[in-house]
């Protein structure tokens, strides 16, 4: 039986390969690597495997605490897309336009790298390129759709207004007034790819520790609860574990999501829903919800939660209290079609947000301290960009990726402790009110 509170991503991974199951042995004991990569998410991973890419001699020593793919990397929406957690005026602010569209156009690139690496080296992970139909169901949501497609074409982004017909041609949802399309987004099953791409690192001579927690990040050196391990370079690809690291506790604040999945729904649904199998979608409330069809046809639907902040990081693989009923109430509300459809997978997680939203890359060659992180909700395809770049800074190479804009960012630092989260729940909060006197209005105004 399908366990109602881990993620329908793994339970779908272990009912086709239960040996999945089991981790891989822990470290054993004090050791040395030319590159220390702690965090066998998708940022981990795909640094390692372009670094065998550029190098096939360099010995790389991957770390997790749990098992890879145990993170929110093996656990998100499904979405594979260009979004990143900056805007690209903001971009453009700090870094300049051209800048900014150096940054969008690699974001872009990155979804087709995704699905390009996993054809050529066979990542069974259900890769789809269907890309993804925005709603809007007020006015104000309307507003801010086709202020984002007016800017879109700035920044090199292709975004299509859609009327409410033209919608439908994509997705059936109640209440829309109009929408936009946009090719730069795909579907895939995240566990999936996270441990077939473990197994392509591991194959080609990586090697990969599990069940192995890391305590202290040091010039050149990884400290563990199994031993330490002597690196020339070590990159910290962790996200919203970050927070649990001296010396990066601030660097990020965990937000949590979340997220549920119905039984399969037959096809008689799926006409009224009218999403084909990959499709995406999203509403553009500023607590938005993100949505997918799963390649086994079930309805996958999630965003963040309305509090947000995560206060203890033991309570995230569980997560049993946590309230679904917005979520079960979006997937009634947007698709009354799929109403009495049961709801077979809740589960939860965090993602890692900078203070300014702005995500970072960066290497310090005097430490050998290299990092990632801070994508936001939709990390999958900022995760391939980020291990293509850090894998060009190791290696010394002067590629355009070196000079992105996000290389080298540093984010504002968080508060300390109960003010970040505070601040973060305070933020998720507001945001959900925002929502609710944007939907008063509408009604009040008779919906014109």
Not at 258 to 277: I, K, N, S
């Amino acid at each position: 039986m399908a366990s109602p509170h881990r993620s329908l991503w793994w339970d779908q991974l272990l009912t086709a390969r239960p040996q999945e199951a089991v981790p891989r042995p822990p470290l054993d004991g004090d050791t040395t690597a030319d590159v220390a990569v702690v965090g066998a998410g998708l940022t981990g991973l795909w640094t390692a495997y372009y670094l065998q890419e550029a190098d096939p001699g360099l010995d790389v020593l991957v770390l997790d605490q749990d098992v890879a793919g145990a993170g929110a990397s093996g656990s998100s929406s499904g979405w594979c897309s260009a979004r990143l957690g900056v805007s690209a005026a903001e971009l453009a602010r700090l870094h300049g336009a051209e800048a900014a569209r150096d940054l969008r156009a690699a974001m872009r690139d990155a979804v087709v790298e995704v699905g390009g690496v996993a054809a050529a080296e066979h990542l069974a992970c259900d890769f789809t390129y269907a890309g993804t139909v925005s709603v809007a169901r007020n006015g104000a949501q309307l507003a801010r759709l086709r202020a984002h497609a007016a800017e879109a074409a700035a920044w090199g982004d292709e975004l299509e207004l859609l009327g409410p017909d033209e919608v439908a041609t994509h997705l059936v949802a109640a209440g829309v007034l109009g929408g936009a399309y946009t090719p730069d987004c795909a579907f895939l099953q995240p566990a999936a790819l996270v441990r077939e791409l473990a197994d392509l690192v591991v194959s080609r001579g990586a090697r990969l520790v599990e069940q192995t927690r890391v305590v202290r990040i040091s010039p050149r050196a990884v400290v563990t609860l199994h031993g330490t391990v002597r690196a020339r370079w070590v990159v910290r690809a962790v996200e919203a574990w970050s927070a649990q690291l001296p010396g990066s506790t601030r660097d990020v604040a965990p937000v949590r999501t979340q997220l549920l999945a119905t039984e399969p729904l037959d096809q008689q649904v799926w006409d009224r829903v009218g999403l084909r199998p990959g499709g995406t979608f999203e509403d553009v409330a500023h607590l938005a919800l993100r949505g997918a069809r799963t390649t086994d046809d079930r309805l996958v639907l999630g965003g963040r939660a309305a509090g947000g902040a995560v206060r203890a990081f033991d309570e995230v693989p569980g997560d049993l209290d946590a309230p679904w009923e917005r979520f079960e109430r979006g997937l009634r509300s947007l698709f009354p079609a799929a109403d009495g459809v049961a709801v077979t997978h809740r589960w939860g997680g965090p993602v890692g947000v900078p203070r300014d939203g702005h995500p970072s890359v960066g290497l310090d060659a005097e430490s050998g301290l290299g990092w990632a992180g801070g994508y936001g909700d939709d990390g999958v395809a900022a995760a391939n960009l980020a291990g293509r770049t850090l894998a060009d800074l190791v290696t010394g190479a002067d590629s355009a990726l070196v000079h992105l804009p996000w290389v080298g960012h540093r984010s504002p630092r968080w508060a300390r402790g109960v003010v970040r989260s505070a601040e973060v729940t305070a933020a998720g909060w507001a945001a959900r009110l925002a929502d609710e006197a944007e939907t008063l209005r509408e009604h009040r105004s008779g919906g014109r």
